[in-house]
């Protein structure tokens, strides 16, 4: 099937392309075009700014597609002929114009034999020229959308080809709207509208004049807010200028006087409230001042964060003393500047160290810290700093955390709820969210922030910036590792609340979400806080070494919902340890436990940007991540389907490393002189563990004939003795299945055995009792031509088949003849069988005489298609680093 769907896409019809504008977006749908196999036959764009090309400059040049720069079409009017004539002499059949900000000729126009269309990001006709998605806003419409029309000499008057709308939220501003839909949407509006020129569909309607509105470009010069209004209208035209070219009015005094308002605005935690003339408040939560510094309206009242302090002569004496210090570290620096940086001017963490040993020697009783000096790097930031440190005003911000609270299992659990991105609990940028069920009942926990795209951005940019600029990517390895052992210290602090929270969302009953879930956690924290400062890197003789580095930038992490914070644990320390910045999305139906973790990442001290937690779906915040190209390695943990398009999206976006670890069908072999009481013990673990939503589960057992009838009963025998229920009550065996759409699966999944012919000998159906709560299952006779053979149920359902007693080579074929390769187990007391087998079992962990035994010193991944890459022990840090060779002459 997907062979033959490339093929229908390759042979349908194609054009020679002009892209005519410039962005990101440009750069998207110049891309998406090549994907349909269209031929770009030019790329005119602006000229390179600051030395920087535009994005779509760039991706057409890596391509090696034409790229022409034209700071202008036309000079009074007139054509520029060179700038016609290199146009021409591409032969483009189309001029698609995403986002084109210049005006361009009309023999440019109607030149290609198909014309050109044009984006414009409104309903036309409503909105025609520019600004139209902050008209959209101020105006108050109720609908925002695009169009893509046929250009013309008007001003956005041509023909209609396609149009998409979208219902405007409350809270949409300027840059949710643009995230949310006009920008993924019309993208893929762009590309439709190519092909449908292409294949002779694409309609041509005439622009009605009805409901015609034409407003010119918003500038500063006329963005200020009028306040004498209702707050809704106050409201509009504040989110229509959010953020370019931002609305403005002068604020003075305390209580805050705003110029023309009805009433003083108030600062709160939440920000900054102003009042309409009908009496109704509005939040503003950022402000700018004159010289372009960003605050949070919030904090317009402290000291410090609104604007530089001012030192007395005696403080004046002392930044002096200080900039002596420096110039006595920095010697290669013919004068400290308020501008200088201390690192970009050759500064090394030994010199950190001196830094503050002298400063405190000098002024007795500062308390100032190395992570200070790696927070404020300039001469200029440093001294403001240390007069706040002072002056006692160096407080740390207080983390604003909206909790979700519940009084359960005699205690009072507390979960954060929002996305946490740059060290801050905020709501989803579009104001969403979705309700978290607790499986055991099909009650609804609490309602999480659902993340848009904007949100991945958002996030991915702080992470950058936490690296880039941050004092993590500066920090000393074995400081970095004392904070990971400050959050190892807190999550074991509070694990009796992780493992409610855990058993809450998942279903994991609660003594193994407190050993396992929970504990191995914490231990996979402390494992990788120690290598912080062992990942060396490594001389060769003479002329040469290899040097081993982080991977220097963002790292995406998206994990399952089988063991929500154990995942985010075995990926997320690896990656902290080697230096990396995250930004990690949870499954969308077990959120809590990474909120928590947020949290307590914060309260460890990790500097605010290097962890981000997006709680979402999957087709919005995962593909985002995907596809976003500051984002540089990517690691994985899921099913083998959703693995490869991953792995599909991250090649296409910017060649992002991948680590896998997917979907698995590990065999378990049986053999007759094993300890009988151990195999059945161990054999029903490696199935019904965790409610069999386990990636290393045992998919298929092979018994050998002579004893198959025995192991069978005693695991009968056993079942029937389990406790099936509330999660949180202690002498639970078996909690319910982690959401009711993979019950339901997992129903089916039996369904499908008995239709094929296997025996169902004990469980297959769902428990009466409400939740999501699924029988333990157990299938013999099944042959390996079978669904239920072949494919994963990753729930508590053991498949059993029969094997000839001796047949030893027979069953290793049989137990590698399966497209996954994650894990597998042998039972024999004869240990040259053991050795033999483990040695031809194609998997990338292999179990004797025991199952689910794991060690966070020990790699874990899979071969074939159950993936690529390892988490835990030395080897995952390989996934997290890169390394570069350097050959140095002396």
Known sequence: IPLRSKSSNYYQNKLKLAIIGQSVFGQ????????????????????????????????????????????????????IPEVVDAYKAVGAELNVLPFCSQFIPMNIIDNPRHGSIIYHPSLLPLHRGASAINWTLIHGDKKAGFTVFWADDGLDTGPILLQRECAVEPTDTVDTLYNRFLFPEGIKAMVESVQL???????????????????GIQKKSNAKV?????????HNWIRGHDKVPGAWTVIDGQPLEIAGAPQPGLVTKNGLVLYGTDGKALLVKNLQFDDGKMIPASKYFSSGESSSLELTADEEKMAE?????????????PAVEDTTDFFKSGAASMDVVRLVEEVKQKCAGVQLQNEDVYMATTFQDFIQMFVRKLRGEDQEEELVIDYATKEVNNMTVKMPTQCFINGKFEDAENGKSYETINPTDGSVICKVSYASVGDVDRAVAAAKEAYDNGPWGKMNPRDRGSLLYKLADLMEEH??????????DSGAVYTLALKTHVG?????????????????????????????FSCGSVCAII????????????KSAACLAAGNTLVLKPAQVTPLTALKFAELSAKAGIPKGVINILPGSGGMVGQRLCDHPDIRKLGFTGSTPIGKQIMKSCALSNLKKVSLELGGKSPLIIFSDCDMDKAVRMGMSSVYFNKGENCIAAGRLFVEESIHDEFISRVVEELKKMKIGDPLDRSTDHGPQNHKAHMDKLLEYCEVGLKEGATLVYGGKQVDMPGFF??????????????????????????????????????????????????????TRDINKAMYVSERLEAGTVFINTYNKTDVASPFGGFKQSGFGKDLGEDALLEYLKTKAVTVEY
């Open 28 to 79: 998207e749908v110049y891309s998406n075009l090549r994907k349909q196999g269209h031929k770009v036959v030019g790329v005119f764009t602006v000229p390179d700014k600051d030395g920087k090309a535009d994005p779509l400059a760039m991706a057409a040049e890596k391509d090696g597609t034409p790229v022409f720069k034209f700071p202008r079409w036309r000079v009074k009017g007139k054509p």
């Open 197 to 215: 020129i292409a294949d002779g569909k694409a309609p041509r309607v005439p622009q009605t004049e009805e409901g015609a509105s034409y407003e």
């Open 226 to 234: 009028n306040l004498a209004q209702p707050a809704e209208a106050v």
């Open 321 to 333: 003393e200080i900039r002596d210090i420096w110039k006595g570290i920095l010697s290669n620096v």
């Open 495 to 504: 694990q009796e609340e992780l493992a409610t929270i855990e058993s809450m």
């Open 520 to 548: 191995m956690s914490i231990q996979t924290f402390r494992y990788f806080a120690g290598w912080c400062d062992k990942i060396h890197n490594l001389w060769g003789k003479m002329q040469s070494c290899v040097c081993v």
């Open 559 to 570: 994990i399952p919902w089988n063991y929500p914070l154990m995942m985010l644990a075995w």
């Open 774 to 827: 699924m029988e333990p299952t157990v299938f013999t006779d099944v042959e390996d031509h079978m669904f239920i053979a072949k494919e994963e149920s990753f729930g508590p359902v053991m498949v059993v088949s029969k094997f000839k007693d001796g047949d030893v080579d027979g069953v290793l074929q049989r137990a590698n003849a399966t497209e996954y390769g994650l894990a597998s187990g042998v039972f």
